[in-house]
């Protein structure tokens, strides 16, 4: 029973804190936790850290900054500053990155949209460097692109890097956002030999999908072929956890005790 590279995403658990989460993954023999800002604001990053040093876990993700893209300079600048602090909270808690949701605005042309992610994620680099923590693009499922994510396939996450060329800044591959798409092994491939594969994250597509936002499934309960992608993940030499995230109201309102059983079940056979 090999846990060693299982981390969780504590919205997985949502009705949890973060000391529950911590608690309850400790005991399961889960080292990895990536760590949600509702959660952090809740425990105060000082005292999270404390916690998550003493319980032994490593953090693979603060979750999440982003959401760059604004119809004024002034919106553009409170965007940059929360990701400002965003960075300093990883820092603290010891996350190894912050998983970017780059953000849309409705109406604005995605092109633009995208140009402000860049522009924006450039505006992190000197403050990244100084508290060495690294920036991952989440590349989010195109129905997400009207409000969520102006960047919906592996390619455009790569544009952003090739063009910031930046060690910080690399890919979160979260298999619920990318499955479908058919230079998916091509463009994972690719971002193992630039260096840009930072992070994996895991769940379902669950067929039907009765909510955009919190009907994912456990893996398992869906469609993807989560073991492919994992071995080409894998393949590129990639040694970072495989995080498991799943927003699901149906999970949501099971006992969390026993809902975290079936996680680890559900990853050991069929991730
Ligand atoms: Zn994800």
Redesign the pocket.
Known sequence: MDLSRLAIHTQTNKPWTLAQCVDAYSRAGIRGISVWRDVLDKAGASDAAKLLRGAGMSVPALVRGGFFPAADAKSRQAAIDDNLRCLDDAAVIGAEMVVLVVGAVPGMELGEAREQVTEGIARLLDHAGAVNVKLAI?PLHPMYAADRSCINRMAEARAVCEALQNPLVGI?V?VYHVWWDPDLEAEIALAGRQKTLFAF?VCDWRVNTRNLLTDRGLMGDGCIPIRKIRSWVEATGFKGFNEV?VFSEDYWSMDQHTYLTRITDAYLSHT
Do not use: S
């Open positions: 989440e979160a979260d994250h995230e």
